[in-house]
């Protein structure tokens, strides 16, 4: 019994011994200079499912730049399943974000995708072409690919992106999130709605010094970690919006979608009514962002989506409206035989929810304002008060439209 405890005591230090002795996440890797580095978590996990490789001489070189090229093909496989043959194949959550469009892409003109650069010409080519006709990119959007990336180029990239693969956030509140960057004002306008998207989104962020880095490159490490939260929603940074629960997804027009953020509850629920006001006209509607047309017939509908010409794009002959920035909700109407008729139910949908008790007296006023005007084929612009809400008419300047535009006193 003695003699087996001792076997038994030096089998359990040789273990302990060949314990001590195993590599760190970082010589597991390969990589001699990630040890303690602030992302080497990170860069083991990407470089694992092989978004990003090292180089010949056993380093990864976490602070070097990042170039256009790169990024692109870091984003696109970030998307995939690596198997152990070193094959790839798309993620299925991934197909799953991508508009019918899209994924038709994907399976006719990119059936036989390899994911590998190529071995001759250009390596990153096959990248770039699938990238763009996806609308993650355009091909002009650098004009090196190779070059280094700054941050709000990466915010460009990433904003396409986030379009087609979930949704775009509130632009309004976006910009007013990334208001406290000290050198946002540094950046142009369209660079400034990309950098608030990117940190709404909880992708991206600043620095200490309450800089976003405008102007700054990316490193390896920080691309790394930029898809880490791409691909994670659970790893991305938590933004706190004030008004979450005035909050809606909509459609837009180029048939994505974004986030709005109403300012009340009434004007939330107002919008879920002009939904229903649509369905009451069959399949004769279509609603982008906060406006909803009504169409006198399917063909007409027809016509204004393919947007041929301006008169045909602008074919409906009603539309329920809101814009949540001077919280304004209104109503448009063409001054057409049948345009009443057709509509009236959708319209005193959403006006009778607006106006409540006060609702009569607004169809009321509706109605004659419009039988004034198409007699007269004019009418003064005018500004009433209905219970609660200030009522402006006018007349547009073709003679036919008549617009209500309906604002909380």
């Known amino acids: 019994m003695i003699r087996w405890n001792k076997w038994l005591i030096m089998a359990t230090i040789a273990s302990l011994l060949a314990i001590g002795s195993?590599?760190?996440?970082?010589?597991?890797?390969?990589?001699?200079?990630i040890g303690g580095h602030w992302a080497e978590q990170t860069i083991v996990q990407m470089v694992q499912q092989g978004l990003l490789d090292g180089f010949p001489d056993g380093t990864f070189r976490p602070d070097e730049t990042v170039t256009a090229d790169q990024f692109v093909k870091i984003v696109l496989l970030a998307f995939t399943d690596k198997f152990p043959n070193g094959e790839r194949k798309w993620k299925t959550s991934f197909l799953q974000t991508l508009s019918a469009s899209n994924q038709n892409i994907l399976q006719q003109d990119y059936r036989d995708f390899t994911f590998k650069p190529n071995t001759v010409g250009y390596w990153a080519k096959p990248y770039l072409d699938l990238a763009s006709d996806l609308h993650f990119i355009s091909k002009g959007q650098f004009s090196d690919y190779k070059a280094s990336l700054k941050r709000e180029d990466v915010a460009e990239i990433l904003y396409y992106l986030l379009k087609e693969t979930e949704y775009l956030e509130d632009e309004t509140y976006s910009l007013a999130a990334a208001s406290h960057f000290g050198d946002l004002q540094s950046a142009s306008s369209r660079q400034q709605k990309f950098i608030g998207e990117s940190m709404t989104k909880g992708i991206m962020e600043g620095y200490p010094n309450g800089y976003f880095g405008v102007g700054q490159y990316v490193t390896r490490a920080e691309a790394l970690q930029i898809i880490t939260r791409l691909q994670t929603k659970s790893k991305r940074i938590s933004v706190k919006n004030d008004n979450d629960a005035f909050i809606k997804i909509v459609p837009t027009k180029d048939g994505s979608y974004k986030k709005l953020v109403f300012p009340d509850q009434r004007m939330l629920q107002t919008y879920e009514v002009m939904e229903e006001a649509g369905k009451l006209r069959g399949t004769n509607y279509d609603l982008e962002e906060t406006t909803l047309r009504l169409f006198k017939n399917s063909e007409a509908k027809a016509q204004a989506l393919s947007g041929a010409t301006a008169a045909a794009r602008n074919s409906n002959e009603a539309s329920l409206w809101l814009d949540p920035q001077f919280a304004t909700y209104g109503v448009t109407v063409r001054l057409e035989d049948g345009v009443l008729a057709?509509?009236?139910?959708?319209?005193?949908?959403f006006t009778?929810?607006?106006?409540?008790?006060?609702?009569?007296?607004?169809?009321?006023?509706?109605?004659?304002?419009?039988?004034?005007?198409?007699?007269?084929?004019?009418?003064?612009?005018?500004?009433?008060?209905?219970?609660?809400?200030?009522?402006?008419?006018?007349?547009?300047?073709?003679?036919?439209?008549?617009?209500?535009?309906?604002?909380?006193?």
């Open 22 to 33: 195993l590599p760190s996440r970082s010589e597991a890797a390969g990589f001699k200079d």
């Open 342 to 349: 057709r509509n009236t139910e959708s319209i005193r949908k």
């Open 352 to 409: 009778d929810f607006l106006f409540g008790y006060d609702a009569d007296i607004f169809y009321r006023q509706f109605t004659d304002t419009c039988a004034r005007a198409a007699a007269k084929g004019v009418l003064e612009t005018t500004t009433t008060q209905i219970g609660n809400f200030s009522v402006e008419t006018r007349l547009e300047s073709d003679g036919k439209t008549i617009v209500f535009s309906i604002i909380h006193s």
